[in-house]
């Protein structure tokens, strides 16, 4: 995949902003996203140390399935420095050129990305899953452990029953319970995809776990690539 960056990766926090804000504008809010893609790819990022400075190590991995049967059909990784600090609402920078190198190593271009982490369900509605789709142009969704912004009602127990999430009273993502009895993940749209669409495609890929295949792989790959790097 080639990838064009549209801005210089920022130097302080009020540059990341800025950036967020002007880009944030290009996202497709209104695309249904792919009813039936053929190749979906999970991405994942693995920090050396608790992941807080700007001195170590991010290991960027993208996994692309086969979403019919699950087989991988491509994989790749990338280590960078970590040169952005650790700010709230700002972790896209440090985690971008990581999952970009890792993206253009790739043999094939996917027709979904589904990324750890959020989307519209940001402060600034350009999380992770926005940023990674206004960049390849890609139907991209985020599937986050944990919500960031916003809260939702009670959700039923069973697998397939969500609740939307809501903050400033717009819905901004939806938590899922991709398993019987287990916590929710939390999925928000990115770029060019409807929030019914990415939790459909969100429940498809995971049928035995809490988290997507996608996800699973990609955690496990780039915490492999992070232990190869570091020797």
Known sequence: MQITIPHAWPADAEQAVAIQDL??????????????????????????????????????????????TARVVDRATAVE????PYVRGLFAFRELPALVAALE????TPDLLLCDGHGLAHPRRFGLACHLGVLTGLPTAGVAKT????????????RGDGADLI???????????????????????????????????????APDF??????????RLSRDALKGAAG
């Not at 420095?81 to 952005?84: K, Q, R």
């Not at 809490?210 to 955690?219: G, I, M, Y």
């Open 81 to 84: 420095p970590v040169t952005f």
């Open 147 to 158: 919500p960031f912004v916003g809260t939702h009602g009670d959700l039923g127990p069973e």
């Open 210 to 219: 809490r988290l997507p295949q996608t996800t699973r792989l990609a955690d």
């Open 105 to 108: 190593r790739l043999t094939v």
């Open 23 to 68: 880009l944030a504008e290009r996202v497709d809010r209104t695309g249904p996203g792919p009813r039936a893609p053929r190749l979906v790819a999970g991405l994942d990022v693995a920090y050396a140390g608790d992941g807080t400075g700007t001195d170590g190590l991010v290991a960027g991995a993208v996994v692309v399935l086969e979403a019919a």
């Open 167 to 205: 903050d400033g009273g717009e819905v901004v993502g939806r938590a899922l319970r991709t398993q019987d009895g287990v916590k929710p993940v939390y999925v928000s749209t990115g770029h060019a995809i409807d929030l019914d669409t990415a939790c459909r495609h969100v429940l498809a890929l």
